[in-house]
């Protein structure tokens, strides 16, 4: 069955950096695009950045354009979001998706504060 697992995120200082990743079965991972969204408390889920299949076409919510980096790692079926000058606002829990389907990892919260 298709799985997407995360890892990673946490907490950390305003400026910092944290590294998300999704670990995907269950499906031809390297057939299809992928997704990173975010939900932060009481908003909606926002789309924060996608990755072609290849990698080799990529885009971002303006809100992270320069800081955060999507990639994968076709041969591992991992899907990566780099997250550098992390901002307050940044706060919120994370999720991968496979893009355009129904299938998402499980979420994990990343919290940025001093």
């Known amino acids: 069955q298709v799985q997407l697992v995360q890892s990673g995120g946490g907490l950390v200082q305003p400026g910092g950096s944290l590294r998300l990743s999704c670990a995907a079965s269950?499906?031809?991972?390297?057939?299809?695009?992928m997704s990173w969204y975010r939900q932060a408390p009481g908003k909606e889920r926002e789309l924060v950045a996608t990755?072609?299949?290849?990698?080799?076409?990529?885009n971002y919510a303006d809100s992270v354009k320069g800081r955060f980096t999507i990639s994968r790692d076709n041969a591992k079926k991992i899907v990566y979001l780099q997250m550098n000058s992390l901002k307050p606002e940044d706060t919120a829990v994370y999720y991968c998706r496979w893009s355009t389907s129904d299938y998402w990892g499980q979420g994990t919260q990343v919290t940025v504060s001093s």
């Open positions: 990755i072609s299949s290849t990698g080799g076409s990529t």
């Open positions: 269950g499906f031809t991972f390297s057939l299809v695009a």
